[in-house]
């Protein structure tokens, strides 16, 4: 274990310390004249209920032809930038009009700072997942940290247009250490599947995950 692994690592917790705050921006979802129903520094909640059934904090409406859309927040935290000056105003698709911060939990820095260290297998594209048979059968068996993978291996199936094709892994050797999807998700673009870890790095990693949780409130 390099000490510059170490100086790295405390480079990241002092970062997160100093500003422990994920922030969310909020677009336009399609051409249209916006309305802002909250203010800058109002409190937002997300979606709750046990199926994120109960919509979040009504944030703005936007309305294309007479035809009008609220959107909700998906986050909790607070509004700390909002584009006031296009309240009432025409707007383009994309358009950047507000920024939620979201006060990070302490499960959520590990998650973070896991995503800094890990090798992130990324989705090709948009579309179903699933991990292939035989690497669902040994996650089954032992969990998916049991499970070491390396370039070539054929790991997971992409569902597309009723196509399942196969995806080979291309990154570093290691052990699946973080998996970000459930099977059969629709997974973005460019969206993490899965972290791996290098195994020589797995003692560094836990000691991260245990400083953070002994160290935040």
């Keep these: 274990m390099s000490s510059n692994q170490e100086i ?20 336009a979802i399609h051409t249209g004249k916006v309305r802002f129903l909250l203010e800058e520094g109002a409190q937002v909640e997300g979606a709750s209920g046990e199926w994120k059934h109960k919509p979040g904090t009504r ?26 000056e296009l309240d009432g105003q025409f707007v383009e698709a994309g358009e950047k009009l507000l920024t939620i911060r979201h006060p990070l939990k302490k499960k959520e ?7 800094e260290v890990l ?18 059968a040994k996650i089954e068996q032992k969990g998916a940290r049991s499970v070491f993978i390396q370039p070539g291996d054929e790991i997971i199936t992409m569902s597309l247009m009723k196509r399942d094709t196969a995806v080979y892994y291309t990154g570093e050797p290691g052990i699946i250490h973080s998996v970000y999807f459930t099977p059969g998700d629709s997974m973005d673009q460019g969206k993490p599947l899965i972290g791996v870890c290098a195994e020589e790095k797995l003692p560094l990693v836990q000691k991260v995950i245990t400083r953070v949780k002994a160290e935040w409130e």
Excluded: C, W
Aim: proline share 3%; no cysteine; aromatic share 14%.
């Design 8 to 27: 790295h690592f405390d480079e990241i917790l002092a970062r997160y310390k100093a500003d422990p705050y994920n922030y969310v921006d909020m677009h």
């Design 59 to 84: 944030l703005y409406e936007i309305d294309r032809e007479r035809n009008t859309k609220v959107i909700t927040s998906k986050t909790s935290g607070a509004i700390s930038s909002i584009r006031s």
């Design 109 to 115: 820095i590990i998650e973070a700072i896991l995503q």
């Design 119 to 136: 090798y992130l297998f990324e989705a090709p594209e948009r579309a179903r997942y699933y991990f292939s048979m035989d690497i669902q």
